[in-house]
């Protein structure tokens, strides 16, 4: 589904901004205006592409993090895990009594 959604934003990306460049380009006739107005494109592209990454990394760190929760959850190693830190924190404090 997520491979679907950016397939479809490329392929809007294309449809919005690339194809008024060409029609422009052929009206024209001016490739020197239509590769500098592409080159500009380009470069804010790539500038808004590096600006957000962090967040994007971010945002896909948190939601691994959720779904691996949800999966220990899911299989019952997260209570396992549970139970063997308050076995063993019984048994730390009932060597202390």
Do not use: C, H
Request: avoid cysteine; aromatic fraction near 10%; charge should be positive.
């Amino acid at each position: 589904m997520e491979a679907q959604a950016i397939i479809a934003l490329v392929i809007g990306t294309v449809v919005v901004f690339f194809v008024p460049g060409l029609v422009w380009a052929t009206v024209t006739a001016n490739m020197g205006e239509v590769l500098q107005w592409a080159g500009d494109f380009l470069r804010v592209v790539v500038a808004t592409m590096i600006m957000l990454t962090p967040g994007i990394v971010f945002w896909l760190v948190v939601i691994g993090i959720i779904a691996i929760i949800q999966q220990w959850n899911r299989t019952g190693l997260y209570q396992t895990i549970q139970d063997k830190i308050q076995e063993s924190l019984r048994q730390s404090l009932g060597r202390w009594r």
